[in-house]
């Protein structure tokens, strides 16, 4: 049977994807996971393929002995092949998201990450921390966070994990 797969997608895949892929990773392991389930992570532009994620996402996200890394990439239209569930930070990439897949069934693996977390209530948009200091993407961090959390357990009663 395939593993379970996650891509975690924003604008340009240097702040929030990043880090909310390093969270799940860092959850993954936690729980003894870390084979069991495939994760990636893209933006919905090419505005910054090929860099590693920003500076400022690493440092905060090492300070809670989390590793972002990897090199960004743009999500395409045969990502929907290859991962279950397709989860944006916010609903102007999920729009992006829905443009770009071909039919329902690619449409239905698309999820917004606060869409897992019980405290998100109306606030369903990770915000972009990219032009703000630190505080923002310790923001950001949070929420992946609390959203990834969520996401595990879902993902756990979907494949039995």
């Given at each position: 049977m395939a593993r379970p797969s996650v891509c975690f997608v924003c604008l340009g895949n240097i702040c929030r994807s990043p880090t909310a892929e390093g969270v799940f990773r860092h959850l993954l392991a936690d729980?003894?996971?870390?084979?069991?389930?495939?994760?990636?992570?893209?933006?919905?532009?090419?505005?910054?393929?090929?860099?590693?994620?920003?500076?400022r996402s690493r440092t905060v996200a090492e300070w809670r002995g989390i590793t972002v890394d990897g090199a960004a990439r743009q999500f395409v239209a045969g990502d929907f092949t290859r991962f279950d569930w397709v989860v944006a930070m916010d609903r102007s990439n999920a729009a992006n998201l829905q443009r770009l897949a071909p039919d329902a069934a690619a449409e239905a693996r698309i999820h917004l990450l606060r869409s897992f977390a019980p405290d998100a209530g109306d606030a369903l948009d990770v915000p972009a921390p990219y032009y703000g200091g630190s505080d923002g993407f310790q923001t950001v961090l949070a929420i992946c966070e609390r959203g990834c959390a969520g996401l595990l357990r879902a993902m756990r009663e979907r494949h039995d994990l």
């Open positions: 729980a003894g996971l870390e084979e069991a389930v495939v994760v990636a992570s893209a933006g919905t532009s090419a505005f910054h393929v090929g860099e590693r994620p920003d500076e």
